[in-house]
């Protein structure tokens, strides 16, 4: 059984139809390893996590993608950040005993979020926000891509403690095709992928397994990995954002604030020293003299 954790590409030579296969091992256990999610919710969070790395290597931006689902039942929220680098990083709200069952069960009525935050390379930022549509992860997520994108799209996701993984395949627009039965045939051959073989068997395999009448050709595998962006100087900028009143209040009720970052468990801690230091204003530095 493969341990690397890996997406790998692929396309069809005489059809519109390109596809990604998805499996996490140590990026999935990194987030496994911060919290005890019960065993519903490790099921929901582990497919939107391999959802993300699927959805992050077909759509183009620059920064990171931020999936969100939002429920009104037991789990409260489910989030996933995935950034065009392939790195992960997921983490999920949840109030009292999450009930055993379907998707619909875990998370009740809601809406599902995609943000594309391009901030840092100077390119514009997107947000799409659909009604959680479906019975799984994989149907709230086609749901999205047909309403949004105008894409016809299909995917399979399977999670346990140990692995998540994914599939994904899509018919490419505006291709010319003599086979017109190319993608019917495609969807018809991936609906047939068990959960157990998605989690179980290398990319090759299923591929041979699921496609070997196609000319299929396959990608050199991509490597993916946990990385959580979090740091002292964010947690500053975001206390700062607070403003000076409300800082100063909690440091007079705690004596200190403490902050947890809810995707990797890393606390930040800040004395009425620190907190001072986040409010000095820096004074602006002098322009050089021209000497004439």
Same mark, same amino acid.
């Given at each position: 059984?493969?341990?690397?954790?890996?997406?790998?590409? %692929?396309? %069809?030579?005489?059809?519109?139809?390109?596809?990604?296969?998805?499996?996490?091992?140590?990026?999935?256990?990194?987030?496994?390893?911060?919290?005890?999610?019960?065993?519903?919710?490790?099921?929901?969070?582990?497919?939107?996590?391999?959802?993300?790395?699927?959805?992050?290597?077909?759509?183009?931006?620059?920064?990171?993608?931020?999936?969100?689902?939002?429920?009104?039942?037991?789990?409260?929220?489910?989030?996933?950040?995935?950034?065009?680098?392939?790195?992960?990083?997921?983490?999920?709200?949840?109030?009292?005993?999450?009930?055993?069952?379907?998707?619909?069960?875990?998370?009740?009525?809601?809406?599902?979020?995609?943000?594309?935050?391009?901030?840092?390379?100077?390119?514009?930022?997107?947000?799409?926000?659909?009604?959680?549509?479906?019975?799984?992860?994989?149907?709230?997520?086609?749901?999205?891509?047909?309403?949004?994108?105008?894409?016809?799209?299909?995917?399979?996701?399977?999670?346990?403690?140990?692995?998540?993984?994914?599939?994904?395949?899509?018919?490419?627009?505006?291709?010319?095709?003599?086979?017109?039965?190319?993608?019917?045939?495609?969807?018809?051959?991936?609906?047939?992928?068990?959960?157990?073989?998605?989690?179980?068997?290398?990319?090759?395999?299923?591929?041979?397994?699921?496609?070997?009448?196609?000319?299929?050709?396959?990608?050199?595998?991509?490597?993916?990995?946990?990385?959580?962006?979090?740091?002292?100087?964010?947690?500053?900028?975001?206390?700062?954002?607070?403003?000076?009143?409300?800082?100063?209040?909690?440091?007079?009720?705690?004596?200190?604030?403490?902050?947890?970052?809810?995707?990797?468990?890393?606390?930040?801690?800040?004395?009425?020293?620190?907190?001072?230091?986040? %409010?000095?204003?820096?004074?602006?530095?002098?322009?050089?003299?021209?000497?004439?």
């Amino acid at each position: 059984m493969p341990t690397t954790d890996t997406l790998t590409r %692929f396309l %069809f030579e005489s059809a519109p139809v390109r596809g990604e296969l998805v499996s996490l091992d140590a990026t999935w256990q990194e987030v496994l390893k911060h919290a005890a999610y019960p065993l519903p919710l490790q099921t929901l969070l582990g497919e939107l996590m391999a959802a993300a790395a699927l959805l992050s290597a077909i759509l183009k931006f620059d920064g990171s993608m931020i999936l969100q689902m939002h429920g009104s039942g037991a789990v409260k929220l489910v989030v996933v950040e995935a950034t065009s680098d392939r790195t992960l990083r997921a983490t999920a709200k949840w109030e009292g005993e999450v009930p055993a069952g379907g998707f619909d069960v875990v998370l009740g009525e809601g809406r599902f979020v995609i943000t594309l935050d391009q901030s840092a390379s100077g390119k514009q930022n997107y947000q799409g926000i659909v009604p959680l549509t479906g019975a799984s992860v994989a149907e709230a997520l086609m749901h999205y891509m047909q309403s949004s994108e105008q894409l016809d799209t299909q995917i399979h996701l399977a999670a346990n403690n140990q692995r998540a993984a994914g599939m994904l395949i899509q018919r490419l627009p505006g291709v010319e095709t003599t086979d017109a039965d190319a993608w019917n045939r495609a969807v018809h051959l991936a609906s047939t992928l068990k959960p157990e073989e998605l989690l179980g068997l290398p990319a090759d395999v299923i591929l041979q397994r699921l496609f070997h009448e196609e000319d299929v050709r396959v990608f050199e595998a991509e490597l993916v990995s946990f990385r959580c962006t979090c740091s002292r100087e964010r947690v500053g900028g975001m206390l700062k954002m607070l403003g000076r009143e409300e800082v100063e209040a909690a440091l007079a009720e705690r004596g200190e604030i403490e902050v947890r970052c809810e995707f990797c468990n890393r606390q930040y801690r800040f004395d009425p020293v620190d907190a001072a230091q986040l %409010f000095v204003a820096v004074p602006p530095v002098p322009a050089p003299q021209i000497k004439h």
